[in-house]
Structure formats: C-alpha cells, structure tokens
C-alpha cells in the first residue's frame, strides 16, 4: 500500500511540474503496477529459525523468514507478470514494463547487454516505469525503514 500511495502522490506531483505526463500516467496503470509489482514474493518466504542477540547480548534462537525462490525461478518482475497474465489480468504493455522493470539496475548485476538494452528501451519508452521504480524506492527507502 505504501508503494501505491506514493506512487499516485508522485504522479500528481510529476503532472503538476509537467502536464503532459497525464496521458503517460493513467492513475488506473499506476494503481496497478503499484499494487501488483512485488506479487512474485508471494511463495518466496518460508518460516525458518534465525540468530539474534536479545537485550542482554546473548545469541537466541527466534522465528524469521528465510527466502526460497525455487517453487519458479525465473527472476522476479518476470514471475509478477507471467502471474498476473497467467490469472486472466489484461495488463498494458505500459503496466508489464513498469512491472517487469521495476528493480531496474538492481536486477541487472549479472545480466546481459541486451537486457541493459531493453531496460534502456524501456526507460525511454515508459514513464509509468521511473514512477513505479521511484515510489518503490521511496516507500522500501524511506517509509519503511
């Protein structure tokens, strides 16, 4: 939720500064990709027991969250949009770039020139994807913390 309240925050604040932006930013398309951007982390966690010192310095054994990304691994704002398209969501090229693209360069560490290109590509083609990426960022950044 935080995600998608910036993410309509920020797109009245961009459409303020620039006009133009409204048809590049239909709040419908922001709604959605804000909501349904991180929907592959729906499998990922699984109860597990961690280590943490309590109060008075000692290591204790408490309950936490590993993470297994083995039930369908193929990257994560892939598995948001093979989902959402698998259960019957009609999704906008719009909305499948900001959603696919969402992690932007912390995605890319160890992928190829091609798909730095189409990330590029995707930059340049769709503001909904800075929009999303930024309120993400800001919500995890920020809001979160």
Known sequence: MNVCDMALELREVMIRKKEGLR???????VIIAALLHDV???DIYK???KRQKNEHG??????????????????????????????GLKLTADE????????T??????????MKGNLNAARERCPLLALIQAA???AANLLER
Do not use: T
Not at 96 to 103: E, K, V
Not at 108 to 113: D, G, K
């Open 47 to 49: 109860s597990a027991i």
């Open 58 to 87: 000692v290591w204790c054994d408490v309950p936490g969250y590993d993470v297994d990304y083995s039930n369908f691994p193929v990257g994560h704002g892939e598995k948001s949009v093979i989902w959402l398209l698998q259960n």
């Open 96 to 103: 499948i770039m900001a959603i696919r693209w969402h992690m």
């Open 105 to 114: 360069a912390w995605d890319l560490a160890f992928q190829s020139p091609e």
């Open 40 to 42: 592959c982390k729906a």
């Open 136 to 138: 993400d960022g800001l």
């Open 23 to 29: 048809d590049s930013l239909p709040k419908e398309s």
